[in-house]
């Protein structure tokens, strides 16, 4: 049946991949791929180093008077413990009236102290800042101690209406939770006291959103994948069938042959045009990775890598297969659009047979989405066996450890088979229709004659 389809694959491979257009847009999207993420990360080192660099600049006073005439012995050197340089030196101090912390001030002849003063209202906390005379603090100084005080937060502004530190740490204390069951209950032991119980309910939390990402991602890019090719293959077949050098190979080519070789060429063409653009997008990641742990130290890159390691996520045994089923599921996909081709005699037919090809990729896509994916709900088992759907949730399934074995295996060789049988069909209705004389026909009405056809 597949006899020979080597000789239609060469040559379909080399009028798609050897165009000059296929050749510089593939080189210029690598490079882009590999210089943007350093970029970024170049750019979020920046970032980070400017605000890192910028802080809050200090205020120039050695000594500040808190006047707070609603709580006036309120304690005010919680703010020593903040972190901001500059500030933890500075002596904070309460009186009663900004007269009273003017006087000691002019009588102590102190040129780097401020005074601040709160008043409490029923709504909200207000504050005026008072540079005294002769000081050596300027405006724009002074102004940088409301940028400090607004880092306290709600801490400041609950200590200025009366409540006490000690209070504070009694609302700021930590709630311990348990979960027994009716036995654990009476022995007072926790279903999750022990470290493997922990551990398994925190990785199968990871196991989830994992899996909610991987799907939605790979369902993302297999659909703008099966859409730029799926229709350029169907319009292809259209293009060489109408010029009739399909026709001429039919002679020493088999119809099911010529598609294979036809569909196989382009997508070979496409997946080294992928292949590339991955290769590319890891060394770009590879490289934002290093800049980033040399210059940002604390990044957490290294232990979200570890942690994938230790659920025994992305082995390598499960990423080829992942990549083999998706390759399966591109064919299968690409040999139903190219079905759209087999039946039509021109562009404008094949894009109108299409359709079929588009509603069937859409219902795939949404029902994987609306069905367990974008939810986190569980994804059903019938998923992961159907060919429509298959394709984009098994490669999850599979690399996650979350599809069992068995399961995993059907669901493979369903893929394999429904693509055997997509592009044999498309072989014979190519054969079929290459005869055919007289109006337009769709997909349908072509399976009808074909096996109507005695």
């Given at each position: 049946?597949?006899?020979?389809f080597d000789k239609v694959f060469k040559f379909t491979f080399k009028n798609q991949a050897g165009t000059k257009s296929y050749k510089i847009f593939t080189a210029i999207s690598a490079v882009l791929?590999?210089?943007?993420?350093?970029?970024?990360?170049?750019?979020?080192?920046?970032?980070?180093?400017?605000?890192?660099?910028?802080?809050?600049?200090?205020?120039?006073?050695?000594?500040?008077?808190?006047?707070?005439?609603?709580?006036?012995?309120?304690?005010?050197?919680?703010?020593?413990?903040?972190?901001?340089?500059?500030?933890?030196?500075?002596?904070?101090?309460?009186?009663?009236?900004v007269e009273d912390a003017l006087s000691e001030i002019h009588d102590n002849g102190e040129t780097t102290s401020l005074i601040y003063e709160i008043t409490v209202n029923e709504d909200s906390v207000?504050?005026?800042?008072?540079?005294?005379?002769?000081?050596?603090?300027?405006?724009?100084?002074?102004?940088?101690?409301?940028?400090?005080?607004?880092?306290?937060?709600?801490?400041?502004?609950?200590?200025?209406?009366?409540?006490?530190?000690?209070?504070?740490?009694?609302?700021?204390?930590?709630?311990?939770?348990?979960?027994?069951?009716?036995?654990?209950?009476?022995?007072?032991?926790?279903?999750?006291?022990?470290?493997?119980?922990?551990?398994?309910?925190?990785?199968?939390?990871?196991?989830?959103?994992?899996?909610?990402?991987?799907?939605?991602?790979?369902?993302?890019?297999?659909?703008?994948?099966?859409?730029?090719?799926?229709?350029?293959?169907?319009?292809?077949?259209?293009?060489?069938?109408?010029?009739?050098?399909?026709?001429?190979?039919?002679?020493?080519?088999?119809?099911?042959?010529?598609?294979?070789?036809?569909?196989?060429?382009?997508?070979?063409?496409?997946?080294?045009?992928?292949?590339?653009?991955?290769?590319?997008?890891?060394?770009?990641?590879?490289?934002?990775?290093?800049?980033?742990?040399?210059?940002?130290?604390?990044?957490?890159?290294?232990?979200?890598?570890?942690?994938?390691?230790?659920?025994?996520?992305?082995?390598?045994?499960?990423?080829?297969?992942?990549?083999?089923?998706?390759?399966?599921?591109?064919?299968?996909?690409?040999?139903?659009?190219?079905?759209?081709?087999?039946?039509?005699?021109?562009?404008?037919?094949?894009?109108?047979?299409?359709?079929?090809?588009?509603?069937?990729?859409?219902?795939?896509?949404?029902?994987?989405?609306?069905?367990?994916?974008?939810?986190?709900?569980?994804?059903?088992?019938?998923?992961?066996?159907?060919?429509?759907?298959?394709?984009?949730?098994?490669?999850?399934?599979?690399?996650?450890?979350?599809?069992?074995?068995?399961?995993?295996?059907?669901?493979?060789?369903?893929?394999?088979?429904?693509?055997?049988?997509?592009?044999?069909?498309?072989?014979?209705l190519y054969k079929m229709m290459s005869l055919y004389k007289g109006n337009k026909v769709n997909i349908f009405k072509a399976l009808k004659m074909m096996f109507s056809k005695n």
């Open positions: 049946m597949f006899k020979n791929l590999i210089v943007i993420p350093i970029i970024i990360s170049f750019v979020i080192v920046k970032t980070n180093g400017k605000d890192d660099d910028e802080g809050i600049k200090q205020c120039g006073a050695d000594k500040i008077y808190f006047v707070n005439e609603t709580n006036p012995d309120a304690d005010y050197s919680f703010l020593r413990a903040i972190d901001a340089p500059g500030y933890e030196n500075i002596t904070y101090q309460t009186r009663t009236s207000n504050s005026r800042i008072i540079i005294p005379e002769n000081s050596e603090i300027i405006e724009d100084q002074a102004e940088n101690l409301n940028e400090f005080i607004d880092k306290a937060g709600l801490v400041f502004t609950s200590i200025s209406m009366g409540v006490s530190v000690t209070d504070l740490n009694k609302v700021n204390l930590p709630v311990n939770n348990n979960v027994y069951d009716v036995s654990g209950y009476d022995s007072g032991k926790d279903l999750f006291q022990d470290d493997a119980a922990a551990m398994e309910k925190s990785n199968q939390e990871i196991l989830s959103v994992f899996r909610m990402i991987f799907v939605m991602l790979n369902t993302f890019v297999l659909y703008m994948i099966l859409i730029l090719y799926g229709s350029g293959i169907a319009q292809n077949i259209v293009m060489e069938k109408s010029s009739k050098l399909m026709d001429t190979m039919l002679v020493s080519v088999k119809p099911e042959a010529l598609i294979l070789g036809k569909l196989l060429g382009m997508l070979a063409a496409a997946f080294l045009q992928i292949a590339i653009w991955i290769l590319s997008l890891v060394l770009g990641v590879v490289g934002c990775v290093a800049v980033l742990k040399t210059f940002v130290p604390n990044l957490p890159i290294s232990e979200f890598m570890k942690s994938l390691g230790d659920l025994g996520l992305f082995t390598v045994p499960s990423c080829i297969m992942a990549v083999l089923i998706v390759i399966l599921g591109i064919v299968f996909y690409t040999a139903i659009a190219s079905l759209a081709g087999a039946v039509s005699s021109n562009k404008e037919e094949a894009a109108s047979n299409q359709g079929i090809f588009i509603m069937l990729l859409l219902a795939a896509f949404y029902l994987v989405l609306f069905g367990g994916a974008m939810s986190g709900k569980d994804i059903p088992m019938w998923q992961y066996l159907v060919p429509f759907t298959s394709v984009m949730v098994l490669p999850a399934g599979v690399c996650l450890s979350i599809v069992p074995t068995g399961i995993a295996i059907i669901g493979v060789l369903i893929l394999l088979l429904s693509a055997v049988l997509m592009v044999a069909l498309a072989g014979r």
